[in-house]
């Protein structure tokens, strides 16, 4: 059974840093395209950042030199390292996988949620001004 947990949030200042986890178990790790989404309040989820089965990287526009995903194949964990933080990433974090090997986008989202059969339960990041 594909479990999927998160971990590493919390509440920061702008300007400031966290790194969110995401350790997966139940299936073959590192072979199908991963993602990390987010969800304010009344807002669609949105894909922020993808990892494919060959490590190539997709970052939404508003998270670009700020964010970084990457994964430890032998922890079987994901990660997104988040810098510069603003108010405005305050949602909540999701971790997901797909069953495609390279990630692609969805209709007006980075990554197509139709692809991601898995999901964590989330965690929550706040940033404050």
């Known amino acids: 059974q594909v479990q999927l947990v998160e971990s590493g949030g919390g509440s920061v200042q702008a300007g400031g840093s966290l790194r969110l986890s995401c350790a997966a178990s139940?299936?073959?790790?590192?072979?199908?395209?991963m993602g990390w989404f987010r969800q304010a309040p009344g807002k669609e989820r949105e894909g922020v950042a993808g990892?494919?089965?060959?490590?190539?990287?997709t970052y939404a526009d508003s998270v670009k030199g700020r964010f970084t995903i990457s994964q430890d194949n032998a922890k079987n964990t994901l990660y997104l390292q988040m810098n510069s933080l603003k108010p405005e990433d305050t949602a909540m974090y999701y971790c997901?996988?797909?069953?495609?090997?390279?990630?692609?986008?969805?209709?007006?989202?980075?990554?197509?949620?139709?692809?991601?059969?898995?999901w964590g339960q989330g965690t929550q990041v706040t940033v404050s001004s």
């Open positions: 997901a996988e797909s069953e495609i090997f390279y990630c692609r986008g969805g209709l007006d989202n980075l990554l197509a949620l139709a692809d991601f059969s898995y």
């Open positions: 139940g299936y073959t790790y590192g072979s199908y395209c």
């Open positions: 990892i494919g089965g060959d490590g190539s990287t």
